[in-house]
Antibody
């Protein structure tokens, strides 16, 4: 069974850096894409970007380009979402999701990581 | 790339059918058959309920159905039940920004 397990709750100050993770299991990791989704408090879902685990080919939503870095380490079947300098507006729940290469829907989801940025 | 347009809320009595629309443009919904729908209960991760416009994943009730006409996709819940009360989001593939979500619809079962 495919499972995505995300890292735990984070509380950070503005200007700090952060990397959260999404570990996959139960499937051939390199045949899949991982996507990251933001959900700000009380708001809807927003696509941030996706990464193909085979070769780390990454595509960003222009709204998030330059704001975050998406990466992956296929040796440990883990994808990452990283910030170099957090802002209070980065406070949100971040979900990872997966889809097999060639599909265009996201059938497995992580449990979400709550990131709170506050001084 | 703006979010796809969904009604903010839709409601219905148990057993009734409700339909949620998802309006995009010729750059997304109108061009690609890659529209999917996600159900999100409070405090939970989204769950895929429809993919490729009208297909249901294994284990999803056949009360959920999808369709598309032009730039608008639709999700219909036939015989809505209390457990269907949740937020629903459509999503479309877009070659430029890869994917876009709809604005989300809160379904209330009266």
């Amino acid at each position: 069974e495919v499972q995505l397990v995300q890292s735990g709750v984070e509380v950070k100050k503005p200007g700090e850096s952060l990397r959260i993770s999404c570990k996959g299991s139960g499937y051939t990791f390199t045949n899949y894409w991982i996507g990251w989704v933001r959900q700000m408090p009380g708001k809807g879902l927003e696509w941030m970007g996706i990464i193909w685990l085979h070769d780390s080919n990454t595509k960003y939503n222009p709204s998030f380009q330059g704001q975050v870095i998406i990466s992956a380490d296929k040796s440990i079947t883990t994808a990452y979402l990283e910030w170099y300098s957090l802002k209070s507006s980065d406070t949100a729940i971040y979900y990872c999701a997966s889809t097999e290469d060639g599909n265009f829907y996201w059938d497995f989801w992580g449990q979400g990581t709550l990131v709170t940025v506050s001084s | 790339q703006s979010a796809l347009t969904q009604p903010a809320s839709v409601s219905g009595s148990p057993g009734q059918s409700i339909t949620i629309s998802c309006t995009g443009t010729s750059n997304d919904v109108g061009t690609y058959r890659y529209v999917s729908w996600y159900q999100q209960h409070p405090g939970k991760a989204p769950k895929l309920i429809i993919f490729d416009v009208r297909n249901r994943p294994s284990g999803i009730s056949n009360r959920f159905s999808g369709s598309k006409s032009g730039n608008t996709a639709s999700l219909t819940i036939s015989g809505v039940q209390a457990e269907d009360e949740a937020d629903y989001y459509c999503s479309s593939y877009v070659s430029s920004t890869v994917y876009v979500f709809g604005s989300g619809t809160k379904v209330t079962v009266l």
